[in-house]
């Protein structure tokens, strides 16, 4: 089995779905369709595998999307990306470790499914024109005026700043401590004054259903986290390539990444859905 290229190159196939689909248990889905359809192929008339293998994946992610907008439109409050718990070597690949922030998967989720499919596939894997023309059925002069788009389309959107993991590691621990606490003037202090919370909880648990904007809402809903529960804990940990904090809320736990820009927070993404919190305790494997 090690020589077959779709166990070789499962970390990247992974990594191509779960950029396109923003959910891990969707990703694994579609890596076993495209499994099936490897194992019907003769290997032997295929001259590029990992080529060939992200063709497959991203027309199957590619269904998967356009299946799933329905739903996510009907979603319960806001939907967010499912966090990955990731090893500190993938901020090293500094491209990729911002390809599956939080962040840009949330910017992600606002493009066209195939919109979507040539921005990962070009910028993040930077695949030909010609050969991601072939994956989604279009000609690789509508796929550059797709990628143009999309690239502007994200540039609009994409987080302001990027800051070092060390920047980004302390001011994680000095707001969940803070969080712990639960001091009010700490909460302020370290968020800048447009901050925005977006919680996640898929109706199933408490969370706000709508971004909360401005630094005094906001400290407030955040002073009162630990105060609903017998139990608070936090810790810090790597999701999705940077640091990010764990909670746990009696038990049950929650995924926080922010956003930070000159040393304060400008967005804090909150996951409490449990359906997307299963792999908390599973190292990802991502590749490019």
């Known amino acids: 089995m090690t020589d077959d290229p779709f166990v070789a190159h499962r970390s990247l196939l992974f990594t191509v779905a779960y950029e396109m689909l923003g959910s891990a248990a969707d990703a694994e889905d579609v890596l076993q369709e495209s499994w099936l359809r490897w194992a019907d192929v003769d290997h032997t008339q295929v001259r590029d595998a990992r080529a060939y293998l992200i063709r497959v994946v991203t027309r199957q992610a590619l269904n998967r999307l356009r299946t799933l907008s329905r739903s996510r439109e009907e979603y319960v409050g806001e939907w967010l990306p499912e966090p990955l718990l990731t090893s500190p070597d993938v901020a090293e690949d500094v491209e990729l470790a911002e390809s599956v922030s939080i962040a840009m ?54 987080p302001r700043m990027q800051v070092s993991r060390f920047e980004q590691q302390a001011v994680i621990e000095r707001f969940l401590l803070a969080l712990r606490t639960g001091h009010l003037q700490e909460l302020m202090e370290i968020m800048a004054p447009d901050v925005v919370l977006v919680a996640d909880g898929g109706g199933l648990v408490a969370a706000v259903l709508v971004p909360v904007h401005g630094v005094w809402p906001v400290a407030q809903i955040l002073a009162r986290a630990n105060q609903a529960v017998h139990a608070f804990e936090t810790a810090t940990v790597w999701l999705n390539g940077a640091p990010a904090g764990r909670i746990e809320f009696d038990g049950e736990p929650a995924a926080v990444s922010l956003e930070v820009d000159g040393g304060r927070i400008t967005r804090i993404y909150v996951v409490r859905n449990p359906h997307k919190l299963t792999r908390l305790d599973e190292l990802a494997e991502l590749a490019r």
Not at 121 to 130: A, N, T, W
Not at 135 to 148: D, E, L, W
Request: aromatic share 6%; no cysteine; glycine share 4%.
């Open 105 to 158: 998967l949330t910017v992600l989720e606002t493009l066209q499914p195939t919109e979507r499919a040539v921005f990962v596939l070009r910028e993040v894997f930077d695949m030909p024109y010609g050969e991601i023309a072939e994956a989604i059925g279009k000609s690789a002069a509508t796929v550059r005026q797709i990628a143009r788009r999309a690239r502007e389309h994200v540039a609009a959107r994409r």
